[in-house]
């Protein structure tokens, strides 16, 4: 699988309508890899979709603090932990990533819970993901199973 890398921006991997990064980016400011990202749409009657990607931050050390999506109401980062041997899913603010490692999105750990979604026909749907240094970037994620 190839991976695209844009300065202080997120690429997605093997997919069109790459990264459209917003602001100005420094030569020093961290890079995020996006890959394998996809969304599992709402199961039938329901608005609630999950996004799931790998993001590796390139050079420096990063922090994914919140993203959004015109096809949904609210998204929030989401974590499951163990709780008295019951999973519980839960909502977080931040998630660090640590420059050359990969940080999974992927079920019963972090992921994007997307509310009150409404895909229409599209097979692919715009995500925004926002970093502590400010930075945004907007990536076409397809809608559907990997």
Known sequence: MKH???S???ALAGFTG?????????ADAPRVEISSAYIKPPLAGRDI???????????ADAALIGASSPVATRVEIHTHTMDGGVMRMRKVDRV???AGETVRFEPAGYHLM????????ATDANV???????????????????
């Open 128 to 146: 925004t993901l926002s970093y502590a240094d400010g930075q945004t970037v907007t990536l076409s994620v397809p809608v559907g199973e990997p």
């Open 4 to 6: 695209i890398v844009l």
């Open 49 to 59: 979709a999950a996004g799931y990607f790998d993001a590796q931050a390139i050079g």
């Open 96 to 98: 660090e990533l640590p």
């Open 8 to 10: 202080a921006a997120v």
């Open 18 to 26: 790459l990264a459209a990064c917003s602001g100005d980016t420094a």
């Open 114 to 121: 997307m509310f009150g979604t409404d895909f229409g026909d």
